[in-house]
């Protein structure tokens, strides 16, 4: 009995270490945003801000147009999810399902992409979308994300489809439900967690990506957040570290929002919908 109080102590223990080890840079980042000039420029900043400020706020908001980034971010990373989401969905189950050589050499590729740097993408796909006439566009932004998103989204999904009993479908089949009906009314309801989860993946790694629309988005007003907040930087590197500090915490909120907003479909339980009526 021992033994077992000590080794739980000891998990709970790591898992505190971990979750302060998670928070501290969300923690410092908005103890940053509060805190004065003055206090900022101290060789012993404390944790707690002496004299809390709204002020980086407000310079934040006045020196670059993070409503109008915030906006583009947005739209590209919900477009990017949906997309990502209702190709992956059928696809993971096809592969899930099937015992073929085409599923099987799927799986393959989606294993290898996930082995492919930025960099050595990024020339190729300039070019292409340029020759679509993509180039400085959120909708081509958009396809990039997708493109990039639907390996991981596709792994992620082939488990869950996996994780669903065929027999819950033979028995669908056995009742006099066509296809069609099985998979509506039987095996998308237990994929709802997966779906949520794939969806949620999917927003934010478009949500905080730089690289490609650095390099896609020329244009001040296609400029998404992560790109935007470079701008708080100077030419000689110096950080305007109050405002920067305030708009990074703000891009922060929305993956928190959705996050909590969606953990009870991504924690439910996958079976769901399971029971027969």
């Given at each position: 009995?021992?033994?077992?109080?000590?080794?739980?102590?000891?998990?709970?223990?790591?898992?505190?270490?971990?979750?302060?080890f998670l928070a501290f840079p969300f923690l410092w980042l908005l103890?940053?945003?509060?805190?004065?000039?003055?206090?900022?420029?101290?060789?012993?900043?404390?944790?707690?801000?002496?004299?809390?400020?709204?002020d980086n706020f407000r310079q934040a908001f006045d020196e670059q147009p993070l409503l109008r980034a915030a906006g583009n971010s947005l739209l590209a990373a919900v477009g990017a999810a949906v997309i990502a989401v209702l190709i992956a969905t059928p696809l993971a189950y096809v592969m899930a399902r099937g015992r073929t050589r085409l599923a099987k050499a799927a799986t393959g590729w989606?294993?290898?992409?996930?082995?492919?740097?930025?960099?050595?993408?990024?020339i190729p796909l300039f070019l292409v979308l340029k020759n679509l006439r993509m180039i400085n566009s959120l909708a081509g932004l958009v396809l990039v994300y997708v493109v990039w998103a639907l390996p991981f989204a596709l792994w992620m999904l082939v488990g869950y489809v996996r994780a669903v009993p065929a027999e819950l479908e033979e028995a669908a089949a056995v009742d006099g439900a066509g296809r069609l009906r099985t998979l509506v009314?039987?095996?998308?309801?237990?994929?709802?967690?997966?779906?949520?989860?794939?969806?949620?993946?999917?927003?934010?790694?478009a949500w905080n990506e730089?690289?490609?629309?650095?390099?896609?988005?020329?244009?001040?007003?296609?400029?998404?957040?992560?790109?935007v907040l470079t701008h708080f930087i100077g030419a000689e590197g110096v950080a305007d570290l109050g405002p920067l500090a305030a708009a990074?915490?703000?891009?922060?909120?929305?993956?928190?929002?959705?996050?909590?907003?969606?953990?009870?479909?991504?924690t439910g339980g996958m079976l769901t919908g399971a029971v027969k009526s």
């Open positions: 009995m021992r033994t077992s109080t000590t080794g739980r102590i000891g998990q709970y223990a790591a898992l505190l270490a971990y979750l302060v103890s940053t945003a509060f805190k004065s000039p003055r206090e900022l420029g101290s060789p012993h900043p404390g944790w707690i801000p002496e004299d809390p400020t709204l989606v294993v290898v992409s996930q082995a492919f740097p930025l960099v050595l993408v990024i009314s039987v095996t998308a309801p237990l994929l709802v967690p997966g779906i949520v989860a794939t969806g949620l993946f999917a927003f934010i790694t730089f690289f490609f629309a650095l390099v896609l988005l020329k244009t001040p007003e296609k400029q998404t957040l992560p790109v990074a915490f703000l891009a922060t909120l929305p993956s928190l929002v959705v996050f909590a907003v969606i953990q009870r479909r991504i």
